[in-house]
């Protein structure tokens, strides 16, 4: 029993969860005594385990041909290696998680709190379609990560919590779009091998960096002029250095080992819960200065 829950745990992805808890913790900065409703932890609760085990499963049960041939693949950091059995059963606690957990928030959250989670179903079916999925149609599978601002509104409605700025969704937009690009960064060789087209494996390693220092330029862009956010500007400012640093100096085009990527996934960790920390506590992407 022990080793099943483990393996469903793998499944979702631990080392990813600073982003979709991110979105959720953002509508909340600011707000006093927050952390003493039970709402609060049932939601974030939910965008941590549930919500990247119907995310990560249902792509994990369509890529296995791609999956076997993935270093990364195995870990809690990036997933489970699973075997053919073990997926062609995972569609089964996928759904009765989501029917247990989904409930009290719909009850809750109404009519909107519904279309949020269909909007979920929606996207990741049509993400994760076996033969004509958008994961494999560049650049559609990039659009697909906007679905991922869902969990804002959700925030919002669980929480209810004021409403944030467009610029706030336009910053989130480019934000989720270069996390998902940094993973096809690393997954341009298994990706190749298996004949799964993406963005990187069009691009190539080099041009795909170009493409994610670009897109993180104009993450800092916004936050300077339209949030007057020097801090966390600063901290990304610093995020865009090392990638200038990798694609010119360190790595190049080369592709990182198994151990490099775990390291960058430990670091990006901890950076991710400082610049949480003090986006929840400055409440800087909550109103345009």
């Known amino acids: 029993m022990l080793k ?12 990813l969860w ?35 085990f119907l995310v ?15 270093p990364r693949k195995g870990s809690f950091w990036f997933g489970a290696q699973a075997t053919k059995p073990q997926l062609k059963q995972l569609w089964l606690p996928i759904l009765l998680v989501q029917l247990v957990t989904i409930v009290p928030m719909i009850y809750y959250g109404g009519w909107l709190m519904a279309l949020i989670f269909l909007s979920f179903f929606v996207i990741n079916g049509l993400y994760n379609l076996p033969k004509h ?8 599978e990039l659009f697909c990560q906007i679905g991922y601002l869902l969990i804002v509104p959700l925030s919002i ?58 897109i993180m330029a104009a993450e800092i862009a916004v936050l300077f002029i339209t949030f007057k956010e020097y801090i966390f500007g600063s901290i990304l400012g610093l995020g865009l250095l090392w990638l200038i640093l990798d694609l010119f ?5 080369k592709q990182y080992t198994v151990n490099q990527m775990k390291l960058f996934a430990f670091a990006s960790n901890g950076i991710a819960m400082i610049t949480i920390a003090y986006v929840w506590y400055s409440g800087c992407l909550s109103s345009v200065k």
């Open 18 to 52: 600073f982003a979709t808890g991110w979105l959720y913790l953002l509508p909340t900065s600011q707000i006093p005594n927050i952390i003493d409703s039970p709402l609060f932890w049932y939601g974030f609760f939910y965008v941590s385990f549930p919500l990247n």
């Open 4 to 15: 099943q829950i483990l393996f469903y745990l793998k499944v979702s992805r631990p080392g």
């Open 249 to 253: 100096v360190v790595f190049r085009a």
């Open 133 to 140: 999925g958008l994961r494999s149609k560049p650049p559609f």
């Open 56 to 70: 990560y499963g249902w792509n994990d049960v369509v890529d296995y041909e791609t999956d076997i041939l993935n």
């Open 157 to 214: 409605i669980l929480n209810d919590t004021g409403s944030l700025p467009w610029q706030t969704y336009a910053y989130l937009s480019l934000f989720s779009i270069q996390s998902h690009l940094m993973g096809e960064v690393m997954d341009i060789a298994p990706d190749r091998e298996a004949g799964r087209q993406t963005t990187g494996t069009l691009l190539g390693v080099k041009k795909t960096k170009l493409l994610i220092i670009g």
